[in-house]
């Protein structure tokens, strides 16, 4: 909520503050993301090889042609439930709706600031290192939270898999999936698809 405000607020020290607030989202992002991942890949059994980045994460033909280690498959649910994206994003502290609009919102806007500042920064503006380095870090945020948006994804697809298998109980406790708010985000505020 604090990026969306800082981005939206126009004062003076709003350029530190706005900064401030990327670099405490990313480490965020970067936490629950050395947490997630090794739990994600013992639950799956994946290779260890890529535990940075799902994207690369191995297949077992790729242990192959590398020498990865594997992970045997597990399918034990109370890895991922005790993960601590699972703990935040079923805490009542966390809003998880207001929580995916604000970052559809970031990432909205953010793509209609870089297509309306390029063309409209002066030389004297882009020289600035306050804006340079202010670009950056909201590249790098906006990867956070498709990194983030990713991360809940893979929990959601995990828990609806352990659902199937009788896994859970009501002690997990009820969240509607990360791409169910998004949809229904994208529906009802047509804003973003303009």
Request: net charge negative.
């Amino acid at each position: 909520e604090a990026m969306v405000e800082a981005s939206n607020d126009t004062g003076a020290n709003n350029g530190l503050k706005h900064i401030e607030n990327m670099v405490l989202f990313q480490y965020l992002v970067h936490t629950l993301e050395a947490d997630f991942v090794p739990r994600h890949i013992a639950y799956k059994g994946k290779s260890t090889c890529e535990l940075n980045c799902f994207t690369f994460l191995c297949t077992r033909e790729d242990i192959l042609k590398h020498s990865c280690d594997f992970v045997a498959e597990s399918l034990d649910w109370v890895i991922i439930r005790e993960s601590v994206l699972n703990v935040l994003l079923g805490s009542r502290k966390l809003v998880f709706k207001t929580f995916v609009k604000n970052c559809i919102s970031l990432l909205n806007q953010h793509q209609r600031e870089v297509e309306d500042d390029i063309s409209s920064k002066s030389a004297s503006d882009l020289d600035s290192s306050l804006t340079i380095s202010s670009l950056e870090f909201e590249r790098e945020a906006l990867i956070s939270v498709k990194k983030l948006f990713i991360m809940v994804i893979n929990l959601d697809l995990i828990r609806q898999e352990a659902d199937k298998l009788g896994l859970t109980s009501r002690a997990d406790g009820l969240r509607n999936p990360i791409l169910e708010v998004i949809l229904e985000e994208l529906t009802y505020n047509t804003i973003y698809l303009s």
